[in-house]
């Protein structure tokens, strides 16, 4: 079982930073593929960012409306994967949620079993 909780959410402006951390529990991230989704109002969940690793081999991925402006890392020492969220626009409001488990299709959220409970960000115009 992999428990997660996401945090770093807030209110911007448009133009500015936020950084959300997922934070997970009960076993590391090893082998997993990390997954950042998010939900805005009335839209279905959408693929964000997703970082793989395998045989010691890690990957990022990111969705192309925010390629080139958010960034996803891991801390292996805290057991943690961040996504650093620069030039932020008003589209980009909406609950982000973490997802992890050993998905092959890494952009698919029926890929992930393990799920956090999100945190809302919030850009302003």
């Known amino acids: 079982q992999v428990q997660l909780v996401e945090s770093g959410g807030g209110l911007v402006q448009a133009g500015g930073s936020l950084r959300l951390s997922c934070a997970a529990s009960?076993?590391?991230?090893?082998?997993?593929?990390v997954g950042w989704f998010r939900q805005a109002p009335g839209k279905e969940r959408e693929f964000v960012a997703a970082?793989?690793?395998?045989?010691?081999?890690?990957?990022?991925y990111y969705a192309d409306s925010v390629k080139g402006r958010f960034t996803i890392s891991r801390d292996n020492a805290k057991n943690t994967v961040y996504l650093q969220m620069n030039s932020l626009k008003p589209e980009d409001t909406a609950v982000y949620y973490c997802?992890?488990?050993?998905?092959?299709?890494?952009?698919?959220?029926?890929?992930?079993?393990?799920w956090g409970r999100g945190t809302q960000v919030t850009v302003s115009s």
């Open positions: 997802a992890a488990d050993r998905a092959s299709r890494y952009y698919s959220p029926d890929e992930y079993n393990y």
């Open positions: 970082i793989t690793w395998t045989w010691n081999v890690i990957s990022s």
């Open positions: 009960g076993r590391t991230f090893s082998n997993y593929a």
